[in-house]
């Protein structure tokens, strides 16, 4: 069964310091890992999606993420953090013909200080 | 290009009641996720439909129930509201090509639908 961990509901940096969300996965088969942003009373928007091919995976507003297979992690970066960024991040696994069902970890909430 | 679109946005209830959320699918989505989402629970999958079909079915009782019609456009209906249905319930569609497995999907989510159980 595949599942998905993320290290600390709550992460705080201060503006312009690094960000790192921490996330590993548990698949028996190569999965497909996403990273998801969600602002207050909104939805879930895309961050950035790792589907085999390069394992340094760039998305938008400046971060990206890294696949380790021999970690099972799939860490989300980004170099200098912006007040804009305070959301909480959600990691995601899916797998082979899963479709639309996507496995979430807990979330972790990113506060940003000035 | 407009987003998934998800009504109504806000609702309150009484336990035993029965609730209906709809759905509007991005233009040519023909994929339509449900997802429940809790303080406690998380993020987690309840059904997803595509060309009218039930394609996967995540654990939930047979209260959660849900329907896809021939615009894509979906519902969800909750029956016999309990406290604990209370939650954030969000749509997400995604297009479906032959040529990429359907794991890879980026699903594209609706704001939501807010329901309150009282």
């Known amino acids: 069964a595949q599942s998905v961990t993320q290290l600390g509901s709550h992460v705080s940096v201060s503006e312009g310091a690094l960000v790192l969300l921490r996330c590993n996965y548990s698949?028996?088969?190569?999965?497909?890992l996403f990273w998801y942003v969600q602002y207050p009373n909104q939805g879930l928007q895309l961050l950035l999606k790792y589907t085999s091919a390069a394992t340094l995976v760039k998305g938008i507003n400046g971060f990206e993420a890294e696949f380790k297979k021999s970690e099972t992690s799939f860490h989300l970066t980004k170099p200098s953090a912006h007040m804009s960024d305070a959301a909480e991040y959600f990691c995601a696994v899916s797998g082979y013909n899963q479709g639309g069902k996507l496995i979430f970890g807990q979330g972790t909430e990113l506060s940003v200080k000035p | 290009k407009a987003g998934v679109t998800q009504t109504p946005r806000y609702l309150i209830k009484t336990r035993g009641q029965q609730v209906t959320l709809s759905c509007s699918p991005i233009s040519g989505h023909r994929s339509v996720s449900w997802y429940q989402q809790t303080p406690g629970q998380g993020l987690q999958f309840l059904f997803e439909y595509f060309s009218e079909t039930q394609r996967n079915k995540g654990n939930f009782p047979g209260r959660f129930s849900g329907r896809q019609f021939s615009n894509s456009r979906s519902e969800m209906n909750v029956s016999t509201l309990e406290l604990g249905d209370s939650a954030l319930y969000l749509c997400?569609?995604?297009?479906?090509?032959?040529?990429?497995?359907?794991?890879?999907?980026?699903?594209?989510f609706g704001a939501g639908s807010r329901l309150t159980v009282l």
């Open positions: 698949s028996s088969v190569p999965p497909y």
């Open positions: 997400a569609s995604s297009f479906y090509s032959r040529n990429m497995d359907s794991g890879a999907n980026v699903l594209t």
